[in-house]
């Protein structure tokens, strides 16, 4: 494969890097990117290509949201700004109220981490399929974080 792809564990596939993304290094103290939720460490970057690692702000600390009757969750990380930096959404959707067909799990996953340069990288994952195995995952660069 030439230089400009790498290997996504996750997805299974190649996928490209951009180019013209550099470590950055904007002066401030280096420190542990740990944030935690009700006292708990929350691992917000176990999705984020190893290539972005650096490149991603961390949370100190993490709101979680949850709706037990649906199954949903809605997770948002802030910086020592006080600034959004990382969210986290999941829910499913019996396939029968989307199509009145199909007795499956309509299932989203989506991570969002903001890049120093200001974009959110993306990651997310569908399960449309009644077939457990069946899923669509990827990456994607946004200007917004998702709402």
């Known amino acids: 494969m030439p230089p400009a792809f790498f290997f ?3 997805t299974g596939a190649y996928m490209r890097i951009p180019l013209y993304i550099e470590k950055y290094d904007d002066g401030r103290s280096s420190r542990l990117k740990r944030a935690s939720h009700l006292g708990r460490e929350v691992n917000w970057s176990d999705r984020v290509p190893t290539l972005w ?3 991603t702000i961390g949370p100190l600390w993490v709101d979680v949201n949850r709706d037990p009757e649906s199954g949903a969750e809605r997770w948002m990380g802030y910086d020592e700004d006080e600034q959004p930096c990382y969210c986290r959404y999941r829910f499913e959707v019996a396939m029968g109220t989307l199509n009145n067909e199909g007795n499956g799990l309509y ?10 340069d200001g974009r959110w990288l993306i990651h997310r994952i569908i399960h449309s399929q009644a077939d457990e195995k069946a899923a669509y995952a990827f990456y994607a660069f946004s200007e917004s974080m998702p709402r």
């Open 107 to 116: 299932r989203e996953d989506l991570a969002a981490w903001r890049m120093r």
């Open 8 to 10: 996504s564990e996750q």
């Open 53 to 55: 690692k650096d490149l």
